[in-house]
């Protein structure tokens, strides 16, 4: 996966990059909870884990999960502007598994930075409309204001 | 382009504070 020039810049750019292997730190993996590997975490700079990824992942679909960390991670901080901004770019990216949920967080960090509840109506309509059937459009119906 | 991977968790949430940046764990089983 590393190898990989887009994984290897997006990482190098936007995170401090640790690696912990089973056999030298096995203490490590019982530290964070870590189950099984590969396991990819993002983790605040509070410490607290912000995403996590378990097993293998293919280039794009890793790429779109890291995003989704950063743009966790930046919404942890109520940095609601940029986690909106990152979470719209994993939205856009058709990724199957990363783009609803981006979609829902999206959603969820503009309405925590204006305050205004049509921002939740608005993300219920879009998770209907791009992401039907999805677990995070589901999880909107309760913002839809019908049945 | 490498990454330059760290094995000190502690100093790289220590970093992490200073930064502003997040810290990217990795659990592998893969040779080294």
Redesign the interface.
Known sequence: M?PD?KI??F??D??????????T?PE??E??G?QW???????????KE?HRVEGFVEIDALLAQ?QL??AQ?SFASQQWDEAERLFEDVARSGDADAAPEAAYWAGVARYKRSGDPTALGETHKRLNADFPGTAWAKKTQVWGGGP | MEIQWRDDADAALADAKRDGRPVLLDFSAAPM
């Open positions: 590393y020039p290897a810049r990482v190098s936007h995170f401090i990059p640790v690696r912990q292997h089973v056999k730190h490590a993996m530290r964070w870590a590997t590969p396991t990819i975490m993002i983790v605040d700079a509070n410490g912000r890291l960390g950063l991670a």
